[in-house]
């Protein structure tokens, strides 16, 4: 049986190593990540998939503006290990989180990804033209997901971060992780 739950401290290790064989060292290279680097996923808005002995899948959403004033949350990354993929477990996450952040009160979702795979859970390029993304990004990639009608409708600028800084021992963490370092480290908070 496989669950969707909220991710707890005690995940790290295991959504950290789903995270690296899906891939790799490179996930520290996107854009997408100066946006997480450093940074605490949204409150309440980290989900894992589970079967009884272990996890299968992560996706998490963190605190953003879609330009000047607009509070928004970008997703990721998204991840099913290689052996429980083409099941449904990602479409299940990212309906999961989506859900949870709009009962939250979030108004919109942004994401780097592809259109053919997140336009069946509402996300386009059509709201995004004029935002940036700090760092190279295919502009197409550059998708949204309202969560109230036009809630971005006018949005523009460059996409920051905001939200919860994560404490210097996780920045550590997060720079050994890059490094390839074979580390064992405490869990850390979500």
Request: with cysteine.
């Amino acid at each position: 049986m496989i669950t969707i739950r909220h991710e707890t401290p005690f995940d790290a290790a295991q959504r950290d190593a789903l995270l690296d064989a899906a891939f790799g060292n490179f996930r520290f290279t996107k854009t997408a990540e100066r946006l997480r680097e450093d940074r605490r996923p949204a409150e309440g808005l980290s989900f894992v998939a589970c079967t009884d002995d272990r996890l299968i899948g992560t996706v998490r959403l963190w605190n953003i503006a879609a330009g000047r004033g607009r509070p928004a949350l970008l997703l990721g990354p998204l991840a099913v290990a290689s052996d429980f993929r083409q099941r449904g477990i990602g479409g299940d996450l990212m309906r999961h989180a989506l859900a949870q952040a709009q009962q939250d009160g979030h108004r919109a979702v942004l994401l780097v990804g592809d259109a053919p795979y997140y336009g069946r859970f509402g996300f386009a390029a059509d709201k995004t033209g004029a935002l940036s993304l700090p760092g190279p990004y295919a502009r197409d990639r550059l998708l949204a997901c309202e969560l109230v009608p036009d809630a971005l409708e006018g949005a523009r600028g460059l996409v920051r971060a905001t939200g919860r800084i994560r404490t210097k021992a996780a920045a550590g963490e997060r720079i050994a992780a890059r490094s390839g370092r074979n580390t064992t480290l405490a869990p850390r908070a979500a």
